[in-house]
């Protein structure tokens, strides 16, 4: 099969645990090329260590995972390049300025030195970053550092973008230029997987979404069929088993 018929991710039994219970528990999860999908849970739910298993951060204890039917452990060469990924808490070379790390990261990948410098400038403008292109990365705003981070996963053109929280911590400005970028992205055919704590941001974003709690897939799905007839939150509420608190106690605070 070529490759824009094959899932853009497929994951399939991912297990994984670090001495105690399984972390991430049996996970399977297809994302169909060309989909805009959300993977939400409460904190500790196993979707940052489900998605670094994904892309080859980490190896699973059991399960396979593949990127346009390229497996992420038996054929990581092709399978990393046709994938970008934004790691939550990247760690960043802090010493080189944007523009250092967009040409570091392309020859890194073996790129020609001339598309790489063409893609770093427009990379640099479109992510409204070349004022700052002097600027250490140690000096960058939690914002930049989520824009550098996007545009060093889209510097090689990938076909699939995993990101994990790529809005935590950005303010609304960097965050609308972000969303913009992926929804580009995805209207020329790209696929894009992101994890996210915000149900509003990925109600509006995604046309499809799987929550995962414990370790576990609990839904999955497109949108619609996920949140039903109530909003995103409300679904997700009901299914990781959660309740508003703060209605209780603290009477001390009024007195």
């Known amino acids: 099969m070529q490759p824009d018929h094959q899932p853009a991710l497929h994951l399939n039994g991912l297990c994984k645990r670090f001495g105690g219970p399984w972390v991430v528990d049996n996970v399977s999860l297809a994302v169909p090329p060309g989909s805009f999908f959300g993977l939400v849970g409460p904190n500790g739910a196993g979707k940052t260590t489900t998605l670094s298993m994904a892309t080859g951060l980490l190896r699973p204890d059991a399960g396979r995972a593949e990127i346009f039917g390229a497996d992420v452990w038996a054929d990581p060469v092709r399978a990393k390049t046709l994938a970008g990924v934004l790691p939550d808490g990247l760690a960043l070379p802090e010493r080189l300025t944007g ?7 392309g020859l890194l990948r073996g790129m020609p030195e001339r598309t790489v410098g063409e893609r770093a400038e427009e990379l640099l403008s479109v992510f409204e970053l070349t004022g700052a292109e002097g600027t250490l990365v140690v000096d960058y705003s939690a914002g930049m ?3 550098i981070g996007l545009a ?12 994990d929280e790529p809005f935590e911590a950005v303010d609304p400005v960097s965050a609308g230029t972000i969303r913009t970028i992926l929804q580009r992205f995805v209207a ?3 696929s ?22 414990a370790g576990r897939v609990v839904a999955a799905g497109t949108l619609d069929e996920v949140r039903g007839e109530a909003t995103l939150e409300e679904t997700f509420v009901r299914l990781v088993g959660g309740r508003v608190g703060g209605e209780e106690g603290l009477s001390w605070l009024a007195s």
Do not use: F, Q, W
């Not at 060093?152 to 990101?163: D, E, F, G, N, S």
């Not at 149900?199 to 974003?205: F, G, I, P």
């Open 152 to 163: 060093t996963a889209l510097l090689h053109a990938p076909k699939l973008l995993v990101l």
């Open 145 to 147: 550092r989520k824009k």
């Open 192 to 213: 894009v997987v992101l994890s996210s704590h915000v149900m509003a941001l990925v109600e509006n974003m995604c046309d499809r979404v799987a929550v995962i709690t």
């Open 99 to 105: 523009r250092e790390l967009l040409t570091y990261t």
């Open 188 to 190: 020329a055919g790209g």
